[in-house]
């Protein structure tokens, strides 16, 4: 029995291999021998290489344009630099642990005559502040606050042992 299936399968190849070998194809071949028998065609040269020219940064001491731009505001609040200093006896407030950019304003408030401003930090809690706190790691002090926004002050080194004041603002969180 397995010797006849051999036999069929063995009878079924050759004659599969024999339809395989029929003229159905002359029309392709007479195409490939046109194509063969026409001149080459001419490849356009390579195109001359031009030298590279190297870009020159000139903007390395402006604004880093992912910074967000100072206004108006909180130019006119900027000390003198030679009077900056951080007061590093200054016991830490507890928002000042977490980078400025972590913090998000959530609102505001006012109770018993005191406007408090709600600042939420990186790990999702809600904090009271008011003008005179400080938060973010570069001595950043509330200068200001509104509906909107809160304005601090930060003083960050100036790069040759001094110190500058920066301004920045949180504003509220979806005004963005």
């Excluded at 030679?82 to 830490?92: G, I």
């Excluded at 000042?96 to 959530?106: C, G, I, P």
């Excluded at 509330?142 to 004041?165: F, L, N």
């Amino acid at each position: 029995m397995v010797r006849n299936i051999s036999k069929l399968v063995a009878l079924v190849l050759v004659a599969g291999l024999a339809g395989c070998a029929s003229d159905e194809f002359n029309d392709l071949d007479q195409f490939m021998d046109e194509k063969r028998s026409r001149p080459g065609g001419v490849i356009p040269p390579i195109p001359a290489f031009k030298a590279y020219k190297a870009f020159a940064y000139s903007a390395a001491g402006l604004r880093s344009p992912f910074d967000r731009p100072i206004e108006i505001r909180e130019i006119s609040q900027l000390q003198s630099v030679s009077t900056v200093e951080p007061d590093e006896t200054r016991p830490k407030e507890f928002l000042e642990q977490f980078t400025f950019d972590s913090l998000a304003m959530v609102g505001t408030l006012s109770r018993a005559g005191i406007d408090w401003c709600l600042i939420r930090d990186p790990d999702g809690g809600v904090h009271r502040v008011r003008v005179g706190n400080f938060l973010g790691r570069n001595h950043g002090k509330i200068v200001e606050m509104t509906e909107t926004y809160v304005a601090v002050i930060e003083i960050v080194s100036d790069g040759s042992e001094g110190w500058v004041e920066r301004p920045r603002t949180i504003k509220l969180a979806g005004l963005n």
